[in-house]
């Protein structure tokens, strides 16, 4: 008697591949080691559409438990600091352009959106409308980092940046000359331009599928300056004072609130004192770590709100914002190589109702990364 | 359906009809090897690179042994400076922790004989397979780097705040961990989709060799503990790079939190290491006792039961860093649970032998150092376990002989004793057994000369990673020195006894030892494509379904 195997056991939710794997595996025993059934786009080793469908996918999933985990390692950290110092978090949250942010959140979850239409579009075998969503889950991402830029930028111009190299925010002070977003913009820029010489050729060589990966990639680098525009507008005009007067007049007539913590800084940073002296002594009972009050020293007694305005305090929430939205960043381009992959292989026509597991595996990962921004969005902006 | 079986069954009794064609004369060339998808070749290729780096690693441990021949009370007439010897004992256990006994079983045994043991041609992602490998060599450049720069002197575990400050590439090592990391994590999960979804059919859960079930619980340790291990060594190597702070108590951040971080991923690191070990022991013990394994759902299950407790116990490193006491008797109490399950391996592996037909062969004089070794080491484990009993013993030399005896006198010794059963497997090759004997015997010895006199050096109070200590433990360290270099050339025997049988071995049969598993039923070395035909799944400890061909020096399935 014939065995069955146990992924012969569960009926699959695609009723398409309990057709193909009996049509493939009934000649070869149920373990088909015959060459010649294999269609192009199974694989050798496995059997049939279905077990190399679910093996896909356990290890997208499996991977996405990883990822879990490398980031859960960053929200620990936020946890821990985030209790021992909170008026740390407030102070500084209060840095970051929740507009710019909650424009990211929705640009994410809309590339969520088309990643999943597209799922949809390469099982119907939609070449069309499976390369146009791709495309414009690839423009969203670029569009995500365009902000993300801007924000990244005008940090890094007024001194907020992680741990040592923190910046005490005092008013009136000189900006750096360095303009860092013209830096960001250099290879989105250098990219933009080759898509748009390769796009060019394509249409002089009259090839669909150069023209149908050509289209998205030069779509996409104009999405990432597009999300600068969008970012710069938003960030304000005080964007530009700073760089061009250098007056800070703008501080109440704006809604931008990199100014509010200083002006209104009295008032947290006497409670902020209060809080830290008591947590400070509970905090050596429970642990040998060090202690949390950071001396303040002569030149920083003038600096408003010095218990945290320092590179122990607001420079190590700053350090953590780095290393999070930075890694969720890294995971965003990554992201779009393999959906820049995905757009390639579209453009071919590979994808149909039996094969379509790496579009469903990529759309998991764009979940997640979506995800955990989704997450990140509230921790770091939204602190109040 | 009787029609489409019978014939199948014939043709697996049969030996292989063309046994000249295999996976190693498949196809030839360099690139045939560094592009190949063969998962055998990949496993032989992480053997020959394990190898090496047991051998680098091995050189460090014999100078810290030489070094340590004296006292060292005047650090200028030492043979090496108190700052070399630093970097030589944190590169000796880098390089033995990360390089040689992580990827060790798993990806070199493991990725030979996981498919073949399956009846399946390839793992699930023979790419990512591939791409783990050169993961794994960029990780091993990365220390290449580090060795031949400024060294590194902080230890393997890289504490903080030292490795903050440390002068040491403290960079490059944590980007090489923090990349072989990643080349451990995808083998894992490689290896856990190729047991859920490629198993013949037939092959339940409860079918599977034990092997396979201790590959599987370690694949899960790898997923779930080593992507901590890759953000806590990246946000060092920030700290490193931009002084993040988070880990810095200059900049207010919590060394202690380094620590969590480090032991959540590097205590499971440790069954990591130990699991696979225990599968080759299921194996080693039932083939060559020629009796079915005892208690195999308890074995299977404990090997599960180790995985996930060994998860809750990180804080048994740290006892003595400041922890609040509710917390340290909780990880205590924990820790004592995680012996429960390795004692049910050891005393199914006794009840396996009980009564069985044992055959005194290389691989099994191996198996028997192993448990005689691992006992020890698990055992005085429960000391380190134990809170009182910890703060005497914290950081002294009890704790370097205790992990010692549990990973080189047991994942060390099971990998050599792993590698010499499933050699003519792996090889084509018979080993002169006689030789290999011999090579277990002056491991064994040089092993327990070099481990038992640290236990004592611990409790009289010798600190470990010192590179001067008072007269008075001199003997006791000369004597581990003797140890060293016994067992140095234990391993160096057993070296020469694998590489003579390459060159003048005989031609090694299908199934030398009488094994039941799949590998064993196809030829030696296996065809590039594992089996010419689709194999039967039976019970893979039922050794009545063998029996031995005098003429071909062979076991065979029996004809039914």
Redesign the interface.
Known sequence: MKIESPRQQGRHPFPKFQKTMTEVAAPADGHGHDHHDHPSWLAHHFDDAEQQYDSGKLGMWLFLVTEVLFFSGMFCAYVLYRNRNPEVFEFCSAFLNEKLGAINTGVLLFSSLTMAWAVRASQLKQTKILVGMLGATLGCAAMFLGVKSVEYSHKWGIGLLPGRYYVAQVENAPHAETNYLQMLCVIPAILSAVFLLYYVYSLVIASKFHQRVAGPLLVSGLCFFAGVGLGNILEGGEHHDEHGAGSHAHDDAHGHAHADPLVQGVATAEKATVETADEGISFVKTSGGPVNDVAVTKEEEGIPNSKVNNQGMAGLFFSIYYCMTGVHAVHIIGGMLVITWLIVKASREEFHSEYFGPVDNVGLYWHLVDFIWIYLFPLLYLIT | ??A??SP?TTTVASPDKSPEHHYLNHSSGFLSWALTLDHKRIGMMYLAGILFSFFLGGVFALAIRIHLWNPNLDPEAAWLSNATYNRVFTLHGAIMVFLFIIPSVPAALGNFLLPIML????????R?NLGSFYLWVTGLLFFTYTLFSSGIDTGWTFYTPYSIESKSAVEAATLGVFILGFSS?FTG??F???I?????????WFKMPLFLWAVYATSIIQ??????L???V??LA??RF?????F??????????FQH?FWFYSHPAVYIMILPAMGIISELMSVHSHKGIFGYRMIAYSSIAIALFGFLVWGHHMFT????DVTTIVFSALTFTVSIPSAIKVFNWLGTMYQGTVALNTPMIYALAFIFLFTIGGLTGLFLGALSTDMHLHDTYFVVAHFHYVMMGGTLVAFLGGLFHWWPKMTGKMFNDTAGILSAAIVFVGFNLTFLPQFVLGTRGMPRRYASYVREFQQLHQLSTIGAMTLGLGLLVAGLVLLHSLFYGKKAPMNPWGGATLEWECSSPPPH?N?S??PT?GDPYDFTSVEYDGKTGSYFKKKK
């Open positions: 359906m009787s489409v079986t199948m009846g399946t041609k390839d793992v699930a992602f023979p990512l994590i999960l490689n856990i989709v190729t859920n979804t490629m198993r013949p059919p037939g092959m339940t997923v779930l503990a080593t992507p901590v890759g953000i806590t990246l946000l920030l700290e931009i002084g993040i702070g988070i810095d108590p200059a900049l207010n951040g919590d060394p202690v939190t971080f860093s400041g922890m609040a494509d089996f035909s689709p799944v």
